[in-house]
């Protein structure tokens, strides 16, 4: 079983739709990065958060440690959301970065 | 703009040729990483540096290589000792290692065998 486990694996909305994303980790963490990865490859880091909830733009991420669960929405999604988006928790053994496999998102117009 | 530079954005490797991937980060950040992406696949990580002149192995190092002569620069080698080499290769870079800190990452290198 994966550290680190995403869901869905895909996903495709309607123009604006609310979306979310889950993430259920089996480690102890000391961190939680959101990361979205568009079409060319390359990966920008959306979030990083150890409690609570953080907002930026039309993206809100959720942690909570007790459950081992984030979650990140995407409010009036657009086209442009279309990307991988990947969930990676800081922690375990080594506290090195464990990654979760992706989410597709796809928005259509 | 401070960012990272992975070159080339394409490569092929023939049967037994030894490549080397380049990453160049102006952020004047600690510690870099190397990570290898295959389909269906989180990131694994190859190597990383806490600081110059020092590098680990991570979880996948065998059939790689990096060195770490300056700060801004953490070059990958794929050997020829790596079987299964294609993949996309992304480089990181963040202000310190694992202390919590956001890690930037460049656009990748897509590597392929002839």
């Known amino acids: 079983k994966n550290e680190v486990e995403q869901s869905p694996q895909n996903l495709t909305a309607q123009e604006g739709e609310f979306i979310t994303i889950n993430c259920s980790y089996s480690?102890?963490?000391?961190?939680l990065h959101w990361l979205q990865q568009h079409p060319g490859g390359g990966i920008v880091s959306l979030f990083m958060?150890?409690?609570g909830k953080k907002k930026h733009g039309r993206l809100i991420a959720t942690i909570n440690i007790q459950e081992k669960h984030s979650s990140l929405h995407i409010t009036a999604s657009h086209p442009r959301d279309s990307a991988v988006y990947i969930c990676?928790?800081?922690?375990?053994?080594?506290?090195?970065?464990?990654f979760g496999t992706g989410t597709l998102l796809a928005v259509q117009p | 703009d401070g960012g990272i530079t992975q070159s080339p954005k394409y490569l092929f490797r023939k049967e037994g040729q030894n490549v080397t991937l380049s990453c160049e980060q102006n952020?004047?950040?600690?510690?870099m990483y190397w990570y290898r992406q295959d389909p269906g696949q989180g990131l694994r990580l190859i190597y990383y540096?806490?600081?110059?002149?020092?590098?680990q192995k991570g979880d996948i190092a065998e059939g790689y290589s990096v060195s770490r002569e300056k700060k801004e620069s953490f070059p990958l080698t794929v050997t020829s000792a790596q079987k299964n080499p294609t993949a996309f290769y992304l480089c990181?870079?963040?202000?310190?290692?694992?202390?919590?800190?956001?890690?930037?990452f460049g656009d990748g290198t897509r590597l392929s065998i002839l």
């Open positions: 952020l004047n950040h600690d510690a």
């Open positions: 540096s806490q600081i110059v002149n020092d590098f």
């Open positions: 990676a928790v800081e922690g375990g053994a080594t506290n090195k970065l464990i």
């Open positions: 958060l150890s409690s």
């Open positions: 480690v102890g963490i000391s961190a």
């Open positions: 990181a870079s963040s202000i310190e290692p694992y202390s919590n800190q956001p890690q930037h």
